[in-house]
């Protein structure tokens, strides 16, 4: 039997599950999050192209475009990631019965990118009316003096199919990196050793980068212009997602040895045990407030009456915004995702005693720890370095207030998605294996 | 004074509803702990209700009928959050795998139950290096259960399920992950440390080997107790009056405990000396293994 005829057959038997709904809802997610910031670019080009703006800014605001594009393109791959995991969590036991049934390892790997497909297939879908049904309201948003009208923010087709394309790559991509890393033998999976450290070489690469951009931008010891400064401030964020994960590392370290409190242990060694991915599920908005914080200050630099700043602004904080909704989507469901993980472990702290509250709140302290420090370190990296420009922006402070209610507002509704987890908590921790 | 002893009176239990429930527990009674403290082997093939009477009995499933009755308590009739509770701070668990959580190392893993009774950490983490290195693990606090063999992991586990000075041990195939060899001494070294310790133990095997190292074995056939043979004359102590209670002074493992050190060895049952022929009986097995791993 073919693995897609076993594939259909399971399926059917199985009918869809919670974790498939959470991954379709991811990849819906990821699907319009996408398509809206494509959306974006694309009004921004069609405005360039018809001369209704002036041709220097219109080149310039299109290039900011692409940038905030690419901001959030981490958190689309690391929200399809999520999707992948939930896809195929809880098949490994189905699969190593499968392998011990006589399916070769081929066969089951198949099986379980199928299943990341057809959740990915069904999530696109969704994510592309997701997206049709906000542009009016993105439309609403005034850039370059105007609103945007919805066709200048309906790419053309084959945008919206080379995205979808996208997506599926990054599902299909994604499920053989996840099965790459868990080899599913007959007998089930390998047990975890610790994680490798993260080397302190991420510091010098930041700490350069902080160099560059003081020396060339603040204090103008060489005069390169506005794209190179933009682009070293390009730089510098991307630096900071190098730095982010070894902060996160080391607070995590800090608050292990110092917890008294077991579930603040228990998240602090969870997270200690993959920085890395702790710093996945917030790096994407700690990008987005670090880049808000320097576009926030452009309205202050140019007094609060240039439209160039005014949409620098307006972009800072409508890209912390999807930046927000896509790190409260992927907290929720990475965290959903990381409880079906770790169903014996819950399983088996429940039977020794372990109260409900206290495996909850590990959960929350799991998400919380890593989004202050990146987030947190984040807005305080920012703020040092406008720091300068501190008579400037202190006279017009409208955009950086803005900045920073967008910056606790992304905090506060990634903490609340991550609550969608805890009713998982009790659900798994609870169930027994028949007798 | 608090006494061991856990009764259980006509327990029935019924997974699923309707046409499709499946009787897993039918009419059981029984008591652990009655003269003292004891190792009870549950037998049955699969599907005949062993988990599921020890998960009755550990509180961890409330019956469908029936009483369990623990130091003047019923398990059945308490909610659920109370009999979470009652587990952390009366009884110890060890299981055949995946109990240990990977993140933590071996002495935060010990040290979690006492922390989590609100204990500080610092004396949590005290009495669990204690406890480790009694158990021949003093070289390893650090590690996580994912750098542990399968042996040492148990030997962390039960160190675990000791620490909270609990009166019951329940064990679940507690060596069906392992090798003859290693799985004998993990059991040697449950029995003896568990009744050194003043507790009974309670553990479910297949493995009919496991069970004669118990002093007494019960069991089970479709949800009904079939038979509960108990090693007599032999070496269990079958009375043990002063046992029957919980000692006033037992270390963390007991392994100090004069009545323990000494009741073991004087009453080798026919499980235990069957146990010693190949690992020595529970106690001097326990020391010799711990002996033999540094």
Redesign the interface.
């Known amino acids: 039997m073919t693995a897609l005829r076993l594939w259909a057959r399971l399926a059917r038997a199985t009918g869809p599950r919670a974790t498939d709904v959470l991954s379709a809802i991811a990849f819906a997610f990821a699907t319009a999050a996408l398509l809206a910031v494509l959306g974006g670019v694309n009004a921004f080009r069609m405005r360039l192209e018809s001369g209704a703006v002036d041709r220097f800014d219109g080149e310039f605001v299109l290039t900011l475009a692409f940038v905030a594009a690419a901001l959030l393109l981490p958190a689309v791959w690391t929200l399809a990631q999520a999707a992948v995991r939930l896809a195929i969590a809880r098949r490994d036991d189905r699969l190593a019965a499968l392998r011990l049934a006589g399916a070769t390892r081929g066969q089951v790997s198949a099986m379980a990118v199928l299943d990341a497909l057809a959740q990915a297939v069904v999530g696109v879908a969704i994510g592309a009316l997701l997206a049709l049904a906000v542009t009016p309201l993105i439309a609403r948003i005034e850039f370059q003096g105007m609103p945007f009208t919805v066709a200048e923010l309906l790419p053309p087709a084959w945008v919206w199919l080379a995205a979808a394309g996208a997506v599926l790559a990054v599902a299909l991509g994604a499920a053989l990196a996840s099965l790459r890393r868990v080899h599913v033998t007959p007998l089930g999976v390998a047990?975890?050793?610790?994680g490798k450290r993260l080397s302190l070489w991420r510091i010098l690469v930041f700490v350069a980068a902080a160099a560059a951009y003081v020396a060339i931008v603040v204090y103008d010891v060489v005069d390169l212009g506005i794209a190179f400064s933009i682009a070293l401030i390009a730089v510098f964020v991307l630096a900071y997602t190098f730095l982010g994960p070894l902060i996160i590392q080391g607070v995590a370290w800090l608050v292990a040895k110092g917890?008294?409190?077991?579930a603040t242990?228990?998240a602090a060694?969870?997270v200690?045990?993959d920085p890395r991915g702790a710093f996945n599920i917030v790096g994407a908005m700690a990008i987005a407030v670090l880049a808000g914080g320097f576009a926030s200050l452009a309205p202050a630099t140019a007094g609060g009456a240039d439209q160039m700043s005014t949409d620098m602004a307006t972009g800072a904080a409508l890209t912390i915004a999807i930046a927000g909704v896509l790190g409260a989507v992927l907290a929720g469901i990475a965290q959903s995702a990381k409880v079906l993980d770790q169903r014996?472990?819950h399983r088996?702290?429940?039977?020794?005693?372990?109260?409900?509250p206290?495996m909850r709140a590990a959960i929350v302290r799991q998400v919380a720890l890593p989004l202050l420090v990146a987030v947190g370190g984040a807005a305080a990296a920012a703020l040092l370095l406008i720091l300068p420009t501190f008579l400037w922006w202190i006279q017009t402070p409208g955009s950086i207030v803005m900045w920073a209610l967008m910056a606790v507002g992304a905090v506060g509704l990634t903490l609340a998605a991550t609550a969608c987890a805890l009713p998982l908590v009790r659900r798994v921790a609870?169930e027994?294996?028949?007798? | 004074m608090q006494t061991n002893r856990l009764d259980a009176q006509r327990l029935t239990h019924t997974?699923g509803e309707g046409n499709s429930a499946a009787p897993?527990l039918a009419d059981v009674s029984l008591t652990i702990g009655a003269d003292g403290p004891e190792a009870v082997a549950i037998m049955g093939p699969s599907?005949s209700?062993?988990?599921?009477?020890l998960?009755v009995l550990?509180g961890?499933?409330a019956p469908a009928d029936g009483r369990i009755v623990w130091r003047g308590r019923d398990l059945a009739t308490m909610r659920?959050?109370e009999r979470?509770?009652?587990?952390?701070?009366d009884?110890?668990?060890v299981?055949q795998s995946?109990?240990?959580?990977?993140?933590?190392p071996a002495i935060?893993n010990v040290a979690?139950?006492l922390?989590?009774g609100g204990g500080?950490?610092s004396a949590a983490e005290a009495q669990a290096g204690t406890l480790l290195h009694r158990l021949g693990l003093g070289g390893m606090l650090a590690r996580?259960?994912?750098?542990l063999s399968g042996g040492q992991a148990q030997r962390v586990a039960i160190a675990?399920a000791l620490v909270g000075q609990p009166g019951i041990v329940f064990a679940d195939e507690p060596t069906g992950a392992l090798d003859r060899s290693t799985g004998d001494a993990v059991m040697s070294l449950l029995i003896g440390a568990t009744l050194g310790h003043g507790a009974s133990l309670v553990v479910v095997t297949h493995d009919p080997e496991v069970a004669a190292m118990c002093s007494r074995v019960v069991r089970l056939q479709d949800g009904r107790i079939v038979s509960d043979e108990r090693a007599a004359g032999e070496g269990w102590p079958q009375t043990t009056p002063a046992g029957a209670e919980r000692p006033a002074a037992t270390t963390p493992l007991g392994m100090g405990v004069p009545a323990a050190q000494a009741a073991l060895p004087q009453h080798p049952s026919y499980g235990a000396a069957r146990a010693e022929q190949r690992v020595g009986n529970p106690m001097t097995a326990q020391q010799g293994w711990i002996e033999a791993s540094r």
């Open positions: 047990q975890r050793v610790r917890a008294r409190r077991p242990l228990l060694r969870r200690l045990d014996r472990e088996a702290m429940h039977r020794m005693g372990v109260e409900l206290v609870t027994l294996a028949a007798a | 997974y897993a599907g209700g062993k988990s599921t009477l998960h550990a961890i499933i659920d959050g979470t509770r009652l587990r952390r701070s009884f110890g668990f299981f995946g109990q240990l959580l990977p993140e933590l935060e979690l139950p922390m989590l500080s950490r996580r259960p994912g750098e675990r």
